[in-house]
């Protein structure tokens, strides 16, 4: 069955640290991928997307993914994270051109000040 | 700006009782989506909705049911709310567009049954 998992289910960081949250989607074809945010008490948002080109992906607020096929891998990295960076981050996969996408149980990650 | 709004922020109903859920988006999407989301487990997809009148289960469907009659409204219906139905839900929506479909959420509705 297609699977998204995301194996760190609570990271914590102090401030400037560098970030990198682990995401592996189970082979199936074709797929797209997507790394979602939902801060605290807010409705859940995307950070950004690869669909095809170049691996290395750029998102909002400073984030970037890299697509690595080879590892059925799309990590999410920010080289410096900040108090407001806590949040929950969910990974997801969307296979060929069906309607559904399918999330991983997400990671919390919790900045110290 | 996509805007998809749910009825309720926090919901508190009794068990056995009829529970509708209201998303309405504004973006003429053509797929809308209900997921629950609980701790450890992430985005549970319920059911979605490709167009009007159009539903297809997705991997929790039990006890759940769905309504599209308007291409901007999505409900999802509880026909008798238990206890493990306690969760919070999420509406999407998204455009079809060559499978490359972000979904845009709603804030969600928290509900308890208690």
């Known amino acids: 069955a297609q699977s998204v998992s995301q194996h760190n289910h609570h990271v914590i960081l102090s401030e400037a640290a560098s970030l990198e949250l682990g995401c592996n989607y189970s082979y199936g074809g074709t797929v797209n991928l997507f790394w979602y945010v939902q801060y605290p008490g807010q409705h859940l948002q995307l950070l950004l997307k690869y669909f095809s080109g170049d691996p290395l992906v750029k998102g909002i607020k400073g984030f970037e993914a890299e697509f690595i096929k080879s590892k059925f891998s799309f990590n999410l990295r920010k080289p410096s994270v900040q108090w407001s960076d806590t949040a929950e981050y969910f990974c997801?996969?969307?296979?060929?051109?069906?309607?559904?996408?399918?999330f991983g149980s997400g990671t919390r990650l919790s900045i110290r000040p | 700006d996509v805007k998809v709004t749910q009825s309720s922020r926090y919901l508190v109903k009794r068990t056995g009782e009829k529970v509708f859920l209201e998303c309405v988006q504004d973006m003429d999407h053509e797929n809308m989506f209900w997921y629950r989301q609980d701790p450890g487990l992430g985005l549970r997809l319920i059911y979605f909705s490709y167009d009007v009148k159009m539903k297809e289960k997705g991997d929790i469907p039990e006890g759940y049911s769905v309504s599209r009659e308007k291409k901007e409204r999505f409900s999802l219906i509880l026909e008798s709310a238990s206890t493990n139905q306690t969760s919070m839900y999420l509406c999407?929506?998204?455009?079809?567009?060559?499978?490359?479909?972000?979904?845009?959420f709603g804030p969600g509705t928290r509900l308890t049954v208690t």
């Open positions: 999407a929506s998204s455009l079809w567009d060559r499978g490359r479909n972000e979904q845009y």
């Open positions: 997801a996969a969307q296979y060929s051109s069906a309607s559904k996408i399918i």
